[in-house]
Nanobody, 114 residues
Framework: QVQLVESGGGLVQAGGSLRLSCAAS???????VGWYRQAPGKQRELVAA???????NYADSVKGRFTISRDNAKNTVYLQMNELQPEDTAVYYC?????????WGQGTQVTVSS
C-alpha cells in the first residue's frame, strides 16, 4: 500500500503560478503517475500524466501552461502550473497506478481568482 499526500494548493490570482507536490510513502518508480482535477458539479478529469519511462500527456486545456515531473529518488510527483486561470479552480488529485494497483491522494484545493 502506498499513501499519496498532495501539497502546494492555495489561492492565487489569474496569471499566477503554483507548484503542486505529491509525496508517496513508498517507491513509485515503476508507477504511471498523474494529476487529475475535479471542479464543483463536474466530473474528475485528467490534467497531466507521466508513464514510468517518462512519457507525458496533457489535457488540451493545460498544454503549454502546466508541466508534470517526477523525482523517483524522492518518491515525489510535481505539477508546475503557470498562467493560471479561474477555470483551473478545482480540487487536484495525485494518482499512481500500475496494472494491478491504483492509488489516490486526498486532494488539494486550487482556487484562482479573477
Amino acid at each position: 500500500q502506498v499513501q499519496l499526500v498532495e501539497s502546494g494548493g492555495g489561492l492565487v490570482q489569474a496569471g499566477g503560478s503554483l507548484r503542486l507536490s505529491c509525496a508517496a510513502s513508498g517507491s513509485i518508480f515503476r508507477f504511471n503517475v498523474g494529476w487529475y482535477r475535479q471542479a464543483p458539479g463536474k466530473q474528475r478529469e485528467l490534467v497531466a500524466a507521466m508513464t514510468s519511462d517518462g512519457s507525458t500527456n496533457y489535457a488540451d486545456s493545460v498544454k503549454g501552461r502546466f508541466t508534470i515531473s517526477r523525482d523517483n529518488a524522492k518518491n515525489t510527483v510535481y505539477l508546475q502550473m503557470n498562467e493560471l486561470q479561474p477555470e483551473d479552480t478545482a480540487v487536484y488529485y495525485c494518482n499512481a497506478r500500475t496494472w494491478t494497483v491504483n492509488y489516490w491522494g486526498q486532494g488539494t484545493q486550487v482556487t484562482v481568482s479573477s
